[in-house]
């Protein structure tokens, strides 16, 4: 990589980022590119347009502003975008964020596509963990939702990913009525089969899609928890992975099943996350517009570790309280998931 101006997150005293509400943020949701190599109907329309390069951080951007969150007291990171493996040389990324001290997780949510060739290098150059998305195991079907995927190229990556030593891997799968719901219990036998675990989540109305109406496929947790229940008995557990998950445990395997509910039981309460999209934009909350631009201040003053800490903490007074999902009218958040970061 060429020189860049890097922030040491050695000298600074930890300064605890907390919002209006008392929340305290420790987790960072990095967006590190807004393109895709699949079109998930439920994330992004059949047409997109993408960024232009000159809008979007460097990569030693994305580091100096990461940086910045971990001198803050932010403990886990999670690269997502868009399809993280698609931005080129992210491996770089990975390798200097996971020397930062002060850092516990660095994680990453992927559609595991590209896993088969990244997985090892992605665990040598420091990523402690993986989440990786699948809808659907008939591959018709997964290419329908996916507009562009193809299945077996994920299964292979799923399991690169297990040879290259990451520990509990978690599927995320939204499941839509009338789309793949019949699909919950072989998804639950297949994580049971791998040894993995698994986050069932609600469809969020986050930007314009065609190919449904959320508010007909809308499929609750409570639903799905009911159906799994019936044939493996559930037991809630406390356990928690640090993000929105509810998780339960099966009797008879490590397996574990999560719900993540953003319409049917609302987690803003205990919300310790911000966002920080590929153009810049802190984002506060995933279901509002209130946000921050850092993209103007790493530009123009480099190294500048004071000011950025100094805009950070302001932005948390920008935190929401809550998000006001709802099915029934048209989304009132514009941008698209692959700009946010799941
Ligand atoms: N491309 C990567 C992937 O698919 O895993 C990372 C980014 S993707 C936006 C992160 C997660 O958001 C995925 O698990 C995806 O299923 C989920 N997602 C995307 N759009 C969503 C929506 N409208 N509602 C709920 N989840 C969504
Ligand atoms: Fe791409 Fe992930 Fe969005 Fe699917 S969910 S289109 S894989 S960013």
Partial sequence: MGSCATISAMSTPLLPLQDRFGRQVNYLRLS??????????????EDMRFLPKREILGLEQLYDISAAFVQLGVKKI????????????VLWLVERLGQLDGLEKLVMTSNGAQLDKYA??????????????LDSLRPERFRALTRTGDLAKVLRGIDAAQQAGFERIKLNAVIMNGRNDDEILDLVDFVRDQRLDISFIEEMPLGQISEHDRALTFCSSDSIRERIHQRYPLTASTETS????????????DSRIGFISPHSHNFCHLCNRVRLTVEGRLLLCLGNEHSLNLKPIVDQY?????????????????????????????????????????
């Avoid at 090892?120 to 998305?133: E, H, M, T, V």
Wanted: proline share 6%; glycine share 10%; with cysteine.
């Fill in 32 to 45: 590190v590119t807004d393109r895709c190599d699949f079109r998930c109907v439920y994330c992004m329309a």
């Fill in 120 to 133: 090892a290098p992605l665990r040598k150059a420091g990523l402690s963990g993986i989440n990786i998305s």
């Fill in 242 to 253: 640090g993000g929105p998950s509810r998780y339960y445990r099966m009797a008879d395997s």
């Fill in 78 to 89: 999670r690269l997502t975008g868009g399809e993280p493996l698609v931005r080129n040389n």
């Fill in 302 to 342: 480099p190294g500048d570790t004071e000011r950025l800490r100094a805009a950070i903490i302001e932005a948390m007074d920008l935190k929401p309280e809550r998000h006001h999902f709802s099915l029934d009218d048209e989304p009132q958040i514009v941008r698209f998931m692959n700009t946010t970061g799941g």
